[in-house]
């Protein structure tokens, strides 16, 4: 399966977008959709995750109450609506599914990054 993720932007301080993840086949069951982002000359790190089943979702501390994971599920697509953007979350951002390999759950279907640019 392949993760496609869109939406990114150029966006002042205080804005919103909304980042959308689409998987490319239309047999999708996951555990759990997240996205992560990476900085520039940073590690990349956890943002969100929704459970693909139960819509679960659970956020990073830092994002906490500005952005929203939401998915759905006809469409095999997963949304980040950010608002309050700071530009601290500058970042490329990824989204990928946890998936049972047999042994685990893995972060695996990692798709090509969205660009946010949150201009001060």
């Known amino acids: 399966v392949q993760l496609q993720a869109s939406g990114g932007g150029l966006v002042q301080a205080g804005g919103s977008l909304r980042l959308h993840c689409a998987a490319s086949?239309?047999?999708?069951?996951?555990?759990?959709v997240g996205w992560f982002r990476q900085a520039p000359g940073k590690e990349r790190e956890f943002v969100a995750q929704?459970?693909?089943?139960?819509?679960?979702?659970s956020y990073a501390n830092s994002v906490k109450g500005r952005f929203t994971i939401s998915r759905d599920k006809p469409k095999n697509t997963v949304y980040l609506q950010m608002n309050s953007l700071e530009p601290e979350d500058t970042a490329v951002y990824y989204c990928?599914?946890?998936?049972?390999?047999?042994?685990?759950?893995?972060?695996?279907?990692w798709g090509h990054g969205t660009l946010v640019t949150v201009s001060s």
């Open positions: 929704i459970t693909w089943t139960g819509g679960i979702p």
């Open positions: 086949e239309r047999t999708f069951s996951p555990y759990a």
């Open positions: 990928a599914s946890n998936d049972w390999t047999g042994t685990r759950y893995e972060w695996n279907s």
